[in-house]
């Protein structure tokens, strides 16, 4: 566990001045980060009531806010605080234990939840350190969601059963609260999309299709460690983590694991779940406009063509790029990237390690810049309900 000690020698030693006591050697740590939930209770209990495994399971919810976070937020949180030690009193087992740090006045420039989730996973990493837990996991979640009964076995299951594992993805249902029932037919919509989003990555092609939702995964400590860790983006922290730990490959796909998220508006993340909520019920029509199925299909049918680049000259990888649609070609001139098939062929011997480079160079981020690319002239975005 060299590369651990590694790791942690270079993280920010005030962020991990809170460590979990050794005299419980936690298996599953879960890591929650929180600024002013007032019905953080909620999640707790959610996990509380789980069915129980041969694991011992941590819950670390980290207390966040930054030096402009309102007073009403810090106070909020350090009620959380008390309840939150109040709840563990009550409900902590042998295998069970609840942990709460609070961490307040962030720095402005990276304060949120990306380094809230950030520091509760290296301190995750810490313990598992400490206890000489090789195969530790840790558990991303929300603190504004809810859990199926089957949580802890089924990640538990996973790991035990594939010995390679590096991540487990998990399926999620938005819940809407009674009082704003104007939000059921958006986040539907939402949830559609990500879906969408999702199965025309796979049929196109891509290895690293698998949904990126910051409280629906799991992921090894030693995976976690070999991809640098968590972000300190202030949002969008979990679609980047996520694609590096895809490239490391033992993905497993939970479907029947279910995180049951909050569905809000919220103002703390450039984009999202919250903000795309917004768009929807701020569109005419009430609808989301999401990519073209035509455009995914371009896109396929390019990279269907990889294979046949390998180890070819320029004059024939150009060639063949001139049969694909305009906005292909198009796009793979503005970014020039017949280089980076060109690197991929210097630095692979085999096929193989060269359909890893190809689309270690053209991955999510790429697709996406040149979806967005394709609309502005070629495609015309479709209606979510017109999706099947």
């Known amino acids: 566990m060299k590369h651990w000690n590694k790791y942690i020698q270079k993280q920010k030693k005030e962020y991990l001045q809170n460590q979990l006591s050794i005299d419980f050697a936690a298996d599953i740590i879960v890591v929650i980060p929180c600024l002013n939930e007032p019905n953080l209770n909620v999640t707790l209990q959610s996990l509380y009531d789980c069915n129980k495994t041969d694991s011992n399971i941590a819950i670390i919810t980290i207390l966040n806010s930054s030096v402009r976070s309102r007073e009403n937020e810090i106070e909020q949180n350090r009620r959380s605080l008390l309840e939150i030690n109040d709840f563990a009193k009550s409900h902590e087992t042998s295998t069970l234990k609840f942990f709460q740090l609070i961490f307040e006045n962030l720095p402005r420039k990276h304060a949120g939840v990306g380094l809230a989730r950030k520091i509760g996973m290296d301190i995750a990493v810490k313990h598992f350190l400490d206890t000489q837990n090789a195969n530790g996991i840790i558990v991303s979640l929300d603190a504004d969601c809810t859990v199926s009964k089957n ?147 371009a896109l396929g049918r390019f990279f269907a063509m990889k294979d046949k680049f390998f180890k070819q000259d320029r004059s024939v990888i150009n060639h063949k790029i001139n049969q694909l649609h305009p906005s292909v070609i198009q796009f793979i001139e503005d970014t020039d990237f017949i280089y980076d098939i060109e690197d991929c062929n210097k630095n692979a011997a085999t096929l193989e390690t060269f359909r890893k480079r190809f689309f270690h160079h053209f991955n999510a981020f790429k697709i996406i810049k040149f979806l967005n690319f394709a609309h502005i002239e070629h495609f015309a975005m479709e209606n979510i309900s017109d999706i099947t």
Do not use: W
Request: aromatic letters at 18%; a positive charge.
């Open 151 to 297: 949580f802890f076995v089924e990640i538990e299951k996973a790991y035990k059963t594939e010995k390679k594992l590096n991540c487990t993805v998990h399926n999620f249902h938005h819940r809407v609260d009674s009082d704003f029932p104007q939000l059921e037919k958006p986040i539907r919509q939402y949830e559609k999309y990500l879906r969408y989003f999702s199965r025309y990555m796979q049929k196109i092609g891509f290895p690293y299709f698998y949904h990126t939702i910051g409280s629906a995964f799991s992921v090894l400590a030693d995976a976690y460690i070999r991809v640098g860790g968590m972000g300190r983006q202030q949002g969008g922290e979990d679609f980047y983590f996520l694609q590096k730990i895809f490239t490391l490959g033992y993905i497993k796909e939970l479907q029947e694991v279910f995180v049951y998220p909050m569905a809000r508006f919220s103002d703390r993340v450039p984009f999202g779940t919250g903000p795309s909520l917004q768009k929807i019920i701020d569109e005419p029509d009430k609808q989301m406009s999401v990519y073209s199925r035509q455009s995914f299909q």
